[in-house]
């Protein structure tokens, strides 16, 4: 069933944002939107100049790593730099090694990145004693970068000989760190009787942003990002301050290439890092940009994700990405340039077999359509390469909405592969919930690598599709999220330059997505040299028309009638021309509904606590004696239950505390008129299962029990126990009728349903698609609507704070 469209309402600025941010009215319009509604918010985020960033200090674990590396400079001791093989790997490694030549002699500084098929990540005890064994090569202190934080039997094995271990890295904390109080210092002296095991803990500093509360400005870093601020304070101690912002053009790279979340200190590196990049002075960069044909002076987010990013990569896939260091750190024209032909012919490698291994893939889909019958795809073949299955996963969660796992699974070894996710899903947290099948396993909500027996592949596929329903996070808006609706005669040159000011985009900050109703085609060709991509002109019922850039949209086929085309805007440079160009998100009929994120009305004078996406302590909210709390959901932890129906005896004018995420616009606005509360307390948890499987098991568990008593099903009730709205229960109803689990025979004055047990015979299919097309739907509203109330600022929401 296609995504809906879910078209984010306008949130007039306010006249102080409109005034400081000046331009088009549409960015501050889309600024108000994301929840950047103040002057005071605006201008850091379009300007890093205007932008604070947090000392190097403020990374916990930072200052004690600075000074082991100064003193270890100063005492002339050898240092090991130990990296990764992905960019953020490469590009973090090659910072540190370049700055401690600077700050060192070049042959006290030497570096090791792991190749991923015989070492994988991390500091593999086998490898290391090469290091700890050979006199020549044996160092002083071992600095890691992007790596470390679990690697316990690494740094185990570098103390038990003498060596010092400073780990920075910013991957999620082990099982070690469970009882960890945020922003104290980490490093634990372990005792006697502990000093001698494999544990992380054993590190003379370790420094990792998520040591850092929710929301601090440093814990989006990636590993680059962790590597820049500590060579920022490793210069400061060295009396020649300002000099790490050379780096800055690597630190653009990683930052995008590792997808980090571009907020705060990460956005604010990468806009000065991308101008860094512009006007690099590194002989590497500078030949790997012209081996790509990109023209320096315009290079963005997109080149990097889309250009440079995906080359790099292309080493720790299918070569060595020790590679990648020499190129970013060679100062020899010449060697740079065979680097780079060797990255370019790797690239072209990569790209082949991306395109092999999805077309094996997706013919394995079309062969064995009920695959696709379970929350996670799962996949297996002999053949795939290691290094480019995690690539073709992606492509099946962009295709078909769900996980996708691909396996390798070669005659008589185990079997290993990688994963990825949608952003509802946990797959990390789903495949370890599975690890009584796996050899190993490990990776983070959006993705994961493991390894199985062979003859457990089936197994691992039902046990996967049954943990990823109890793993399922907030991913936002099940749909497509539309930042605006534009009339062709909106679009300009000068409109697509403005829309810029936001960038860079990237995760955190999304390239805005806008619409056009009523379109016709004028015009239908294929471009590209083997023409795979299309080139569509639009036209409105006036005969405005403007040019349109669909890739790998040649063979699709174009609904009937009149066109709703969803789109970004891009400007096209063709021989010193700058023109207009849209480029293709998504297409449908004309006929099809646009879902609306809708705002709520409320009191513009209420005297509100904002605490949405913030650690929140209940003690130190208003207690249940006192003020109202809305509770609702399956998934309370040790919080009670509060029904939304209680506010119909609850005394007014006391306050009132969303502890749950409310399930509509309308159930917010009814509680505060109905309570009329003296002050409002924002903290908007996710207490529920939302997936269509965990609403109707819920509606069906209850269902089954009012069948033990008098059959009847209060519909307001059951709605609030389970925090979803009124008509997400009666369409689960009908879907559970479809679905012949139950009747409903009648329906009783105040909304209830009085039901009987059903007859067991399924319902036709189309009648149950249907149904299930219905609920899906509603379920997808309050999912954008919840996600809206989590990310929007109060005068999104109809409130002054």
């Given at each position: 069933?296609?995504?809906?469209?879910?078209?984010?309402?306008?949130?007039?600025?306010?006249?102080?944002?409109?005034?400081?941010?000046?331009?088009?009215?549409?960015?501050?319009?889309?600024?108000?939107?994301?929840?950047?509604?103040?002057?005071?918010?605006?201008?850091?985020?379009?300007?890093?100049?205007?932008?604070?960033?947090?000392?190097?200090?403020?990374?916990?674990?930072?200052?004690?790593?600075?000074?082991?590396?100064?003193?270890?400079?100063?005492?002339?001791?050898?240092?090991?730099?130990?990296?990764?093989?992905?960019?953020?790997?490469?590009?973090?490694?090659?910072?540190?090694?370049?700055?401690?030549?600077?700050?060192?002699?070049?042959?006290?500084?030497?570096?090791?990145?792991?190749?991923?098929?015989?070492?994988?990540?991390?500091?593999?005890?086998?490898?290391?004693?090469?290091?700890?064994?050979?006199?020549?090569?044996?160092?002083?202190?071992?600095?890691?970068?992007?790596?470390?934080?679990?690697?316990?039997?690494?740094?185990?094995?570098?103390?038990?000989?003498?060596?010092?271990?400073?780990?920075?890295?910013?991957?999620?904390?082990?099982?070690?760190?469970?009882?960890?109080?945020?922003?104290?210092?980490?490093?634990?002296?372990?005792?006697?009787?502990?000093?001698?095991?494999?544990?992380?803990?054993?590190?003379?500093?370790?420094?990792?942003?998520?040591?850092?509360?929710?929301?601090?400005?440093?814990?989006?870093?990636?590993?680059?990002?962790?590597?820049?601020?500590?060579?920022?304070?490793?210069?400061?101690?060295?009396?020649?301050?300002?000099?790490?912002?050379?780096?800055?053009?690597?630190?653009?790279?990683?930052?995008?290439?590792?997808?980090?979340?571009?907020?705060?200190?990460?956005?604010?590196?990468?806009?000065?890092?991308?101008?860094?990049?512009?006007?690099?002075?590194?002989?590497?960069?500078?030949?790997?940009?012209?081996?790509?044909?990109?023209?320096?002076?315009?290079?963005?987010?997109?080149?990097?994700?889309?250009?440079?990013?995906?080359?790099?990569?292309?080493?720790?896939?299918?070569?060595?990405?020790?590679?990648?260091?020499?190129?970013?750190?060679?100062?020899?024209?010449?060697?740079?340039?065979?680097?780079?032909?060797?990255?370019?012919?790797?690239?072209?490698?990569?790209?082949?077999?991306?395109?092999?291994?999805?077309?094996?893939?997706?013919?394995?889909?079309?062969?064995?359509?009920?695959?696709?019958?379970?929350?996670?795809?799962?996949?297996?073949?002999?053949?795939?390469?290691?290094?480019?299955?995690?690539?073709?996963?992606?492509?099946?969660?962009?295709?078909?909405?769900?996980?996708?796992?691909?396996?390798?699974?070669?005659?008589?070894?185990?079997?290993?592969?990688?994963?990825?996710?949608?952003?509802?899903?946990?797959?990390?947290?789903?495949?370890?919930?599975?690890?009584?099948?796996?050899?190993?396993?490990?990776?983070?909500?959006?993705?994961?690598?493991?390894?199985?027996?062979?003859?457990?592949?089936?197994?691992?596929?039902r046990e996967l599709s049954r943990q990823i329903d109890s793993q399922r996070i907030d991913g936002g808006p099940e749909g497509m999220v539309i930042d605006a609706e534009l009339r062709l005669t909106d679009l300009s040159l000068h409109l697509v330059e403005q829309v810029q000011r936001l960038a860079p985009f990237g995760n955190g900050n999304p390239t805005p997505v806008f619409m056009s109703r009523g379109l016709t085609v004028a015009d239908d060709r294929r471009m590209g040299r083997d023409g795979t991509h299309r080139r569509l002109v639009?036209?409105?019922?006036?005969?405005?028309?403007?040019?349109?850039?669909?890739?790998?949209?040649?063979?699709?086929?174009?609904?009937?009638?009149?066109?709703?085309?969803?789109?970004?805007?891009?400007?096209?440079?063709?021989?010193?021309?700058?023109?207009?160009?849209?480029?293709?998100?998504?297409?449908?009929?004309?006929?099809?509904?646009?879902?609306?994120?809708?705002?709520?009305?409320?009191?513009?004078?209420?005297?509100?606590?904002?605490?949405?996406?913030?650690?929140?302590?209940?003690?130190?909210?208003?207690?249940?004696?006192?003020?109202?709390?809305?509770?609702?959901?399956?998934?309370?932890?040790?919080?009670?239950?509060?029904s939304r129906l209680e506010a119909r005896r609850y005394p007014k004018g006391r306050p009132l505390v969303v502890w749950s995420a409310p399930p509509s616009a309308e159930v917010l606005r009814w509680l505060v008129e109905t309570l009329a509360p003296s002050e409002l307390w924002l903290v908007g948890r996710e207490t529920g299962d939302d997936s269509l499987d965990g609403v109707v098991k819920a509606v069906a568990g209850m269902g089954k029990h009012a069948l033990t008593q008098d059959g009847r099903l209060p519909i307001d009730r059951l709605?609030?126990?389970?925090?979803?709205?009124?008509?997400?229960?009666?369409?689960?109803?009908?879907?559970?009728?479809?679905?012949?689990?139950?009747?409903?025979?009648?329906?009783?004055?105040?909304?209830?349903?009085?039901?009987?047990?059903?007859?067991?015979?399924?319902?036709?299919?189309?009648?149950?698609?249907?149904?299930?097309?219905?609920?899906?739907?509603?379920?997808?509203?309050?999912?954008?609507?919840?996600?809206?109330?989590?990310?929007?600022?109060?005068?999104?929401?109809?409130?002054?704070?």
């Amino acid at each position: 069933m296609p995504r809906p469209w879910l078209l984010t309402p306008p949130v007039p600025p306010s006249p102080a944002l409109a005034a400081a941010v000046g331009g088009h009215p549409l960015v501050a319009q889309l600024l108000a939107q994301r929840g950047i509604d103040t002057p005071a918010a605006a201008l850091p985020f379009l300007d890093p100049a205007a932008y604070t960033p947090s000392p190097p200090a403020a990374l916990v674990g930072l200052e004690r790593a600075a000074h082991l590396l100064a003193d270890a400079i100063r005492q002339e001791k050898r240092i090991l730099v130990w990296g990764d093989f992905d960019v953020d790997g490469q590009t973090s490694t090659s910072l540190l090694v370049a700055a401690l030549h600077e700050l060192s002699a070049p042959e006290r500084v030497t570096f090791h990145v792991p190749n991923r098929f015989s070492e994988s990540h991390g500091i593999r005890p086998f490898r290391l004693r090469e290091f700890l064994d050979d006199p020549a090569r044996k160092p002083d202190l071992i600095l890691t970068c992007d790596t470390g934080i679990s690697d316990g039997p690494g740094v185990g094995l570098a103390k038990n000989v003498g060596v010092t271990v400073v780990v920075t890295d910013h991957h999620d904390l082990t099982a070690e760190f469970a009882n960890y109080a945020l922003g104290q210092e980490p490093v634990c002296a372990l005792s006697a009787a502990e000093a001698g095991r494999e544990s992380v803990r054993r590190a003379d500093a370790l420094v990792n942003p998520k040591f850092l509360a929710v929301g601090d400005p440093l814990r989006t870093l990636p590993g680059v990002g962790v590597a820049y601020k500590l060579v920022q304070r490793l210069y400061e101690l060295a009396d020649r301050a300002g000099e790490a912002t050379q780096f800055l053009d690597l630190v653009a790279l990683g930052i995008v290439a590792d997808v980090a979340e571009q907020v705060h200190d990460a956005r604010y590196l990468l806009q000065l890092g991308l101008e860094r990049l512009r006007r690099t002075e590194r002989i590497g960069l500078k030949v790997l940009i012209h081996t790509t044909r990109l023209n320096p002076e315009t290079l963005d987010a997109e080149s990097i994700g889309f250009q440079l990013g995906p080359r790099m990569n292309a080493l720790g896939r299918l070569d060595d990405a020790t590679v990648a260091v020499e190129l970013l750190t060679t100062r020899d024209a010449i060697r740079a340039g065979q680097l780079a032909a060797q990255m370019e012919r790797l690239n072209n490698q990569r790209r082949l077999l991306t395109s092999q291994i999805s077309g094996m893939a997706f013919d394995i889909l079309e062969k064995q359509p009920h695959l696709l019958d379970f929350n996670g795809i799962v996949l297996a073949h002999p053949n795939w390469h290691a290094g480019i299955v995690g690539i073709v996963a992606s492509r099946l969660v962009e295709e078909f909405g769900k996980p996708a796992v691909l396996l390798l699974n070669p005659p008589g070894e185990a079997v290993r592969g990688s994963a990825r996710s949608t952003p509802g899903v946990d797959i990390g947290a789903s495949i370890a919930a599975c690890a009584d099948l796996l050899l190993t396993y490990g990776g983070h909500p959006g993705a994961a690598g493991l390894s199985l027996e062979a003859d457990k592949i089936d197994h691992f596929r039902r046990e996967l599709s049954r943990q990823i329903d109890s793993q399922r996070i907030d991913g936002g808006p099940e749909g497509m999220v539309i930042d605006a609706e534009l009339r062709l005669t909106d679009l300009s040159l000068h409109l697509v330059e403005q829309v810029q000011r936001l960038a860079p985009f990237g995760n955190g900050n999304p390239t805005p997505v806008f619409m056009s109703r009523g379109l016709t085609v004028a015009d239908d060709r294929r471009m590209g040299r083997d023409g795979t991509h299309r080139r569509l002109v639009l036209q409105d019922a006036q005969e405005n028309k403007q040019p349109l850039v669909w890739f790998n949209g040649a063979d699709a086929q174009l609904p009937e009638g009149p066109l709703d085309i969803a789109y970004t805007l891009n400007i096209n440079e063709y021989k010193g021309e700058r023109n207009l160009q849209l480029m293709y998100k998504e297409i449908r009929a004309t006929e099809a509904e646009t879902l609306t994120v809708a705002a709520p009305s409320l009191p513009a004078r209420l005297p509100i606590h904002d605490l949405r996406r913030q650690s929140v302590e209940r003690a130190s909210l208003p207690q249940p004696d006192g003020a109202f709390w809305l509770v609702e959901g399956t998934r309370l932890g040790e919080v009670a239950f509060h029904s939304r129906l209680e506010a119909r005896r609850y005394p007014k004018g006391r306050p009132l505390v969303v502890w749950s995420a409310p399930p509509s616009a309308e159930v917010l606005r009814w509680l505060v008129e109905t309570l009329a509360p003296s002050e409002l307390w924002l903290v908007g948890r996710e207490t529920g299962d939302d997936s269509l499987d965990g609403v109707v098991k819920a509606v069906a568990g209850m269902g089954k029990h009012a069948l033990t008593q008098d059959g009847r099903l209060p519909i307001d009730r059951l709605a609030a126990r389970i925090g979803v709205s009124e008509a997400i229960v009666r369409h689960a109803l009908f879907w559970l009728e479809a679905k012949r689990i139950l009747w409903v025979i009648e329906w009783e004055s105040g909304d209830v349903a009085r039901i009987a047990p059903s007859d067991g015979l399924t319902a036709g299919d189309g009648v149950l698609q249907e149904k299930q097309a219905e609920l899906s739907v509603l379920l997808s509203e309050m999912r954008a609507w919840r996600r809206y109330f989590l990310r929007a600022g109060l005068g999104e929401l109809g409130m002054k704070g």
